[in-house]
């Protein structure tokens, strides 16, 4: 079992070794998250790296991650447990074929949890090998309030309540790292019981740390041109603005292009591939191109 | 039903029934105060005793207010009540324009207005008129216009009421509603006739009678309320409606039990302002008067494509996310690029679950979609329909509840292709 972290250099350096580059205040926010046993609240645009840091954490630590994705209607039984109502009825047929069933045992038997189907709240609950595991609510904006309420018990005391069950405590608590888009503002009662972190977009420097840890295959002036490019994008009035993601996945298809550097086609061409708007395509399709490759060959003539 | 016994206080019933005209100001002033809450309220003056001031604020306090937001209302209605008569008549006068004459100037709170208002609604209605000519006639006319002028005020263009009708008209719209219909979610809940079975609680009833399955418990899809986002254009020629429609946004944020899970409220002329959390003062004086601090640019020009645009860059995704229903209550006179305004229009129609735009314009007989902007936005909205009166606003709770309304829309589409 991998220990804890001790201070928040040991963060950054556990996290840099899988891969992550994370800025100082993360690293920060991380670490209290482990030391307090406290959840961690991560908000920000699509494809800043929330989910990844939680799948990398499990790895880093050795632990299992139990992922809890948020749709609209998530109710407790397909985010705690379920009951195998197939089983319990054939339990219950068996029961009345071997004759006299003992109706107060059937009661007692039926409700335990060898019919009990675990999801993944309850899961997190449980202890797993390697010590508690990692749990990932993601893109908890998408679910509805009621369900929201539902988490406070789970994330403040670290137990669920199974109705027919009882209290399900967890003897250690799990690392929970909780991920939303803004699409709506989460309540205040949930946010109050976590630590809260805003991942920003990465300044170059740091982009291009994360664009040779992602992808280093890509040469050293190919990924300088492709961040200088994509912050400058950044920085245009667009609908969605390109994340870290779209930086890497675009750095992967220029290379399986063989390119070498950027030009004006070549950026034409792969434009889908961190715009995922046509307003914004059709804005920078074209001359615009052009025109902000030529800015950033200025501005990085010194190397 | 509790009886009570016979009310019993010093001073003869001179008190109690200062309570009770206390208590009608209230109500007046907007406290839900009915009659066993009087009552109660002078058992508990007769058990604290009449003796301190301070004890029976807090007496009274106990029993009127139930609302945190009431404490101000409730102060500034007994601050007025219960002290110097000679402060009342100076407040009275100050309401009345007529005999203002050149006092001083003085900013009544929002609070303080209301219960003056109240106050003085109880004085006129005890104390003859002391201008009015006497005799029946004249009262008889008065009624029968008082009557008149509720039905004449509903088809009323907002700018035309004087400022008594304006008054008039705000408590009328703090009346409306906005039913909205109910979405369907996925989460299932218990429902009689349900399609699916709903398995645990079947064998939780089952297990009850021993393990025998009698009946099959059911569930069906949930509802849910979705959330409705106004967009509200507070520029020079919007002025006056859009005042009105704040008010009506005021009435139907803060109304319980309606429907729309939230409602976010949004002014644009210059540039866009999200008064969303000063809607929620429960007080609309003070909620307007927040957000007419928070919007710098009330009554200027209008640049709807860039306030648009602003919009759906930084709120679209984060209050559109559910499903929201949105209200753009706009002139549509815009002198920007009308590009960018069809453009952006194009976004939030995409993004929103129904766009329902609110303009003025329509109130008068000959309207034509002849302006670059009002051309430009029309094929991007769900429905088009006027609102410059109440009886307009009444209209917009039917557009709102029923989801292939589309107001106006069909014609003016139809004369923009003629000409």
Redesign the interface.
């Known amino acids: 079992m991998t220990p804890m972290p001790a201070s928040i250099d040991a963060v950054e350096t556990l996290l840099a070794d899988h891969g992550y580059v994370a800025p100082r205040a993360l690293s920060t926010v991380v670490f209290l998250s482990l030391r307090l046993g406290r959840p961690l609240f991560l908000e920000g645009e699509a494809g800043v790296g929330k989910t990844e840091i939680a799948k990398v954490l499990a790895i880093a630590l050795g632990r299992r991650l139990i992922r809890l994705q948020c ?5 407790a ?1 397909s985010a705690v447990a ?2 195998n ?1 197939a089983a ?2 054939i339990a ?1 047929r068996t ?2 074929a071997a004759g006299g ?1 003992d ?1 107060d045992r ?2 007692t038997e ?2 335990t949890e060898d019919f009990l189907i675990e999801r993944p709240l309850l899961a997190a609950m449980r202890p797993q090998p390697g010590g508690a595991p990692v749990l990932l609510i993601d893109e908890l ?1 998408r679910t ?3 369900f929201e309420a539902y988490l406070l018990e789970a994330l403040s005391d670290f137990q669920v309540t199974i109705p ?1 069950l009882g209290t399900i405590r967890a003897p250690e608590p799990p690392i929970v790292i909780l991920t939303s ?5 989460v309540h205040d009662a949930l946010k109050r019981r976590c630590l809260y972190h805003w991942v920003d977009y990465p300044d170059a420097a740091r982009e291009l740390q994360i664009l040779a840890a992602r992808c280093p295959e890509a040469q050293e002036n190919l990924s300088r041109e492709i961040v200088a490019f994509v912050q400058r994008l950044r920085s245009e ?1 667009l ?1 969605k603005k390109p994340g870290v993601a779209e930086t890497i996945d675009w750095a992967k298809c220029l290379l399986a292009l063989d390119v070498i550097a950027l030009t004006p086609e070549v950026i034409a061409d792969t434009l889908g591939a961190i715009l995922k708007y046509q ?1 914004d395509i059709q804005k920078i399709q074209g001359s615009e191109a052009k025109r902000l490759l030529d800015d950033i060959r200025k501005e990085m003539v010194p190397v | 039903m509790a009886s009570y016994a016979d009310l019993t206080l010093p001073e003869n019933g001179q008190i109690s029934r200062n309570i009770l005209w206390f208590a009608r100001a209230l109500r007046k002033a907007g406290l839900p105060i009915g009659t066993g809450r009087v009552i109660d309220a002078i058992r508990a003056v007769e058990a604290v005793g009449f003796t301190e001031r301070r004890d029976f604020y807090w007496t009274l306090h106990a029993c009127f207010v139930s609302r945190p937001e009431q404490r101000d209302t409730f102060n500034q209605v007994f601050r007025l009540y219960w002290r110097d008569p000679r402060y009342m008549e100076h407040m009275m006068s100050l309401m009345m324009p007529a005999i203002r004459g050149v006092q001083e100037e003085r900013r009544a709170e929002a609070a303080e207005k209301r219960a003056a208002e109240a106050l003085l609604d109880g004085a006129n209605r005890d104390l003859p008129e002391p201008d009015s000519p006497p005799g029946e006639e004249q009262v008889e006319i008065d009624a029968s216009a008082t009557m008149a002028r509720e039905e004449r005020l509903r088809t009323l263009d907002f700018e035309q009421m004087s400022v008594a009708e304006l008054a008039e008209a705000r408590r009328m719209l703090a009346q409306i509603s906005l039913p909205v219909q109910p979405l369907p ?4 809940s218990p429902a009689a006739l349900g399609r699916a079975i709903d ?2 609680a079947t ?2 009833a ?2 009850r009678q ?2 025998e399955i009698t009946h099959l418990a059911r569930r069906a899809p949930g509802l ?1 309320w979705p959330n409705l986002v106004v967009l509200c254009d507070i520029s020079g020629s919007m002025s006056q409606y859009s005042r009105m429609v704040l008010h009506f946004l005021h009435a139907v944020a803060n109304r319980k039990g309606q429907g729309w ?1 939230q409602v976010h409220g949004f002014t644009f002329g210059t540039r866009l302002t999200n008064i969303t959390r000063h809607l929620r003062a429960r007080d609309v004086d003070v909620a307007l008067a927040a957000a007419g601090r928070e919007a710098q640019d009330w009554s200027g020009g209008t640049r709807i494509g860039a306030s648009l645009h602003a919009f ?2 930084d709120w679209s ?3 559109l ?2 499903g929201a229903v949105v209200l753009l209550v706009t002139d549509g006179l815009d002198r920007d690029d009308t590009g960018q305004l069809a ?1 952006e229009m194009e ?1 939030l129609h995409l993004s929103a679950r129904r766009l329902i735009w609110l303009n003025p314009l329509l109130r008068w007989q000959g309207f034509a979609p002849k302006a670059t902007g009002i051309r430009a936005m029309m094929p991007h909205v769900d429905a088009f329909r006027a609102g410059h009166s109440i009886a307009s606003l009444q209209g917009l709770a039917q557009a709102i509840s029923d989801p292939g309304d589309s107001g106006m829309r069909a014609q003016m589409l139809a004369q923009m292709r003629q000409g």
């Open positions: 749709y609209e209607g998530l109710d039984a379920e009951w109502f319990q009825m219950i029961a009345e069933a109706r059937l009661k039926l409700f904006d509805d309030e009621p027919e888009n803004r699409t709506r503002e009035d609908f307003d | 979610t996925r989460r299932h398995a645990r064998l939780r089952a297990l021993g393990g849910r899970a759906n860059r995704r984060r209050v996310g559910q453009r976004r």
